[in-house]
């Protein structure tokens, strides 16, 4: 029996394919009409819906039938513009890669005289941002592109001003500056959780000392030691954890700081946040067991503890 998952990615393959025919079909007998004629209003608006769906797969297969269609606009914005805008990173690789006219591409400027670098500096649409989860790693992947397409521009226009006086880094710096708020604010709620958590790992030895040698009552039981291992494990780790979201907190937030630094650090102090959080389920489940070890209720602490 096939995997639930596999079989329906397959379907959706088969349909891909049978679309993408009859894209192709239909492109063919369109193109028997009077070569003459504008033939834009035929697929026109199909274009630009399969540049602003990422389709590169469509947007070859109307170009192959149509070459003017590379030329297609869109609210006086060309289909590069659409592509670098609208974060349409398939079709921006066709243009890059298949395009034969890549030069007239990348010197294109809108109204305002941005150019394809100050586009890629405006913040992306929101259901483009919210496919990368957490404000720091939408930062690196803004700034990611960013980066990707300064490398497509010509050298000459990287500091070239638009009708503002703006060069596209400070468009850049200007459009995400409420996302790099949102990437202190954020860890500023997450230290303070770290903080609770590393106090809270000190739990009180369960059953208490003996009052003669004060040692643990239970030090000698495995149970206890469990305990004592995962508890120590999970201040140790919550304390790293700590450490590393204070380091976020008074970085200088520079651009390129996010490229690299600012993610390292979030994705290892998350997983010694993780570390934390499970030592200190261990340390809880041992003190059950161990509280309850002689009771009748030993039992039942097992599948509470699982």
Request: aromatic letters at 10%; hydrophobic letters at 45%; proline letters at 3%.
């Amino acid at each position: 029996m096939a995997v639930p998952h596999i079989k329906q990615m397959q379907k959706d393959k088969v349909k891909h394919n049978e679309a993408l025919r009859l894209l192709k079909c239909i492109c063919e007998e369109v193109g028997k009409l009077d070569t003459f004629k504008d033939l834009s209003e035929y697929y026109g608006e199909s274009f630009i819906l399969a540049v602003q769906n990422d389709t590169p797969e469509a947007v070859e297969a109307i170009v192959e039938c149509f070459p003017r269609a590379i030329w297609t606009l869109k609210d006086n914005y060309r289909i590069s513009q659409l592509a670098i805008t609208n974060r349409c990173e398939k079709v921006y690789n066709f243009l890059v890669n298949q395009v034969d006219d890549k030069h007239l591409h990348r010197t294109t400027s809108d109204d305002k005289n941005n150019n394809l670098l100050h586009l890629a500096g405006k913040l992306a649409p929101i259901h483009k941002l919210n496919m990368v989860s957490g404000a720091a790693l939408q930062m690196q992947r803004e700034l990611q592109w960013f980066e990707e397409v300064k490398k497509f521009m010509i050298p000459t226009d990287v500091e070239e001003t638009n009708d503002e006086k703006e060069t596209p880094i400070m468009v850049f710096r200007k459009e995400h500056t409420k996302l790099r708020k949102r990437v202190k604010n954020s860890y500023t709620i997450t230290t303070a959780l770290i903080i609770t958590i590393a106090f809270a790992a000190a739990i009180t030895v369960p059953g208490g000392n003996n009052q003669d040698s004060g040692k643990a009552i239970y030090a000698t039981k495995p149970s206890f030691i469990i305990f004592a291992v995962s508890d120590a494990i999970s201040l140790f780790t919550s304390t790293t954890s700590l450490l590393l979201f204070l380091s976020i907190l008074t970085a200088r937030y520079r651009e390129e700081d996010f490229l690299y630094r600012l993610p390292k650090r979030l994705i290892f102090g998350l997983v010694m946040l993780f570390l934390s959080v499970t030592t200190m389920i261990i340390a809880f489940s041992a003190t059950l067991y161990l509280l309850f070890e002689d009771c009748i209720l030993r039992d039942i602490t097992i599948p509470i503890a699982c």
